[in-house]
């Protein structure tokens, strides 16, 4: 029987290689790019708590404790908003796949009727959710009426990516709702699942943080306090850290054993 020619042995790994380049947005350089969305802004200005806190106001100055300690650690950052401007869900998700970027954190701040709710809490776009909705995706704001599906090759690409990096969103979503409750003493209301548009636009992993319960008169406080909001930058941003240094090390491992094949 003649041999299987070189290349072929490597030809699994090389496709793990490029999806894992697709799906984490990341160069042969080194990790990609973290694109940070300070939820609400503008005229939406999200939850309010006692005293008139908003959401939005939380959200921004999180955000941008999150994109310091992320550059003082030699990452890339971006932001979908860098002042009190509204932006569209889909729009936020569109930028982000235009930057290539790796990853794409939404972060925002819970507030129900009850008082009685506290903890953080990040959501995932789920599978069946996914599924159910095919590759439809929401063409305006959440609650209206979605979009025709795409077609064609971009349908079968959005695919790809939406399906590559739901298991990534996992891995980082339990990495960061661990750290949150460690770092700052919350309740964990572990990861959830759920159809945020900023969520199915994506083409990269993506997640929805929620940092607290403005309802909640204790959280709220604890929010209103500069210490407590850093705490919860810094938990963030250890954790993508440690979520981009797995990532890499994966995405490496099938470009070296492809090149040491026979």
Known sequence: RSPRPPYALSVSNVLAAILSMLILGASPGGPGLVYIDPGHGGLNQGAVGPDGLLEKSLTMDIS???ET???EAGLRTALSREDDSFVGLRERSRRANAAGAAVLLSIHVNSTPSSKPEGVEVYVLSEQVARKEGLQIVSREEGAAPSPLRSGLGAVMHGLHLAGSQRASVDLAHLVVG???EST??????VRHASFAVLKEARMPAIVIEVGYLSNPNEAARLARA???QLIAGAIAGSVREWLQASESRRKAPRAASLSAP
């Open 64 to 66: 941008l404790r999150v």
């Open 69 to 71: 300690l992320l550059r």
């Open 179 to 181: 750290a949150l409750a």
């Open 227 to 229: 210490e407590y909001r």
């Open 185 to 190: 003493g919350a309740p964990s209301r572990g």
